[in-house]
């Protein structure tokens, strides 16, 4: 699945992997871009399966100062002095292929001996019930293998963990209830998440720990979002100082250029 780079030698045994569902207002996508370009990672290579749909283009990030770097759908940026890997998926799954490339995403980390998946994911605002509309529009769930990491989460960072909840019509559990630590099929509700909810189901049968982050969002200008989402996993893996985000310059193009003057 992973096609190294000619030059990339060095393993991935150890290196935490930060992976972006496609989703709703593609802020996963975003905050991965925050932090390639910020980082400064280095590019180590793509992943290649038949679900993944074509894509090519350019000059993505700032710190790539070759003009014409082409950059593919699926590409794998690493930081050996971090032990962190950081895929950025830039298509959705061809039609039917989600199973197939959640088994094979979850085997690719088992093999390359990961210490963890570290999911970023946004679910549509509209579907959120009333307890889920106070404070940050944030939240997280654990696979059973990282549940120790719950207790850091929930008291440490004061972050909220994502309320059990069954249908779309069924409120979800109110902030005064106790939270279900690990969400089993049956109470995971995740509207326009992607492959989110499939990755959390299927991780701890591959073994692989999993930390998901989800951010409740809608479709349109979801800078801020992506800002929101990067700073949020910021607090637990303390990536970036107190310089800031960088945004990419590619982003200036995220909406196409200013209207012809002529046009009124």
């Keep these: 699945m992973f ?12 290196y935490r992997i930060i992976f972006p569902c496609v989703s709703v207002g593609n802020v996963p996508q975003l ?3 925050l932090i390639i ?3 400064r990672l280095s590019c180590a290579g793509y992943l290649r399966h038949p679900g993944l749909l074509p894509l090519v283009g350019n000059d993505a990030f700032d710190h790539l100062k070759s003009p014409g770097h082409l950059h593919l759908s699926t590409e794998v940026y690493c930081s050996h002095e971090l032990k962190l890997a950081v ?3 830039r298509v959705p799954l061809a039609k039917g292929y989600q199973k197939e490339f959640v088994e094979d995403l979850l085997t690719w980390v088992r093999d390359v001996k990961a210490s963890d998946l570290v999911v970023l994911t946004s679910s549509d605002a509209v579907e959120r019930r009333d307890s889920q509309l106070l404070g940050r529009p944030l939240r997280f769930m654990v696979n059973q293998l990282s549940l120790p990491l719950y ?13 059990p909840r069954t249908s779309a019509v069924e409120p979800a559990t109110s902030l ?7 969400l089993r099929d049956e109470e995971l509700f995740l509207p326009s ?4 909810r499939r990755l959390h189901l299927s991780s701890s049968q591959w073994n692989v720990k999993m930390v998901t982050l989800i951010a409740f969002c809608s479709q349109g200008d979801n800078i801020a979002d992506s800002i929101g989402m990067a700073s949020y996993l910021n607090e637990w893996l303390h990536l970036q100082g107190p310089q800031g985000w960088a945004c990419p ?3 200036g193009l995220m909406y196409g250029g200013p209207s012809p003057d002529n046009l009124f």
């Design 176 to 182: 005064g209830e106790a939270q279900v630590k690990v």
């Design 193 to 196: 998440a992607g492959i989110a």
């Design 87 to 89: 895929v950025q998926m």
């Design 37 to 39: 370009n910020t980082l």
């Design 151 to 163: 207790e850091h989460f929930a008291n440490d960072l004061k972050w909220s963990s994502l309320e």
């Design 31 to 33: 905050a991965v871009d």
């Design 249 to 251: 310059k590619s982003w």
């Design 3 to 14: 096609v190294p780079r000619r030059d990339y030698t060095a393993s991935l045994e150890g």
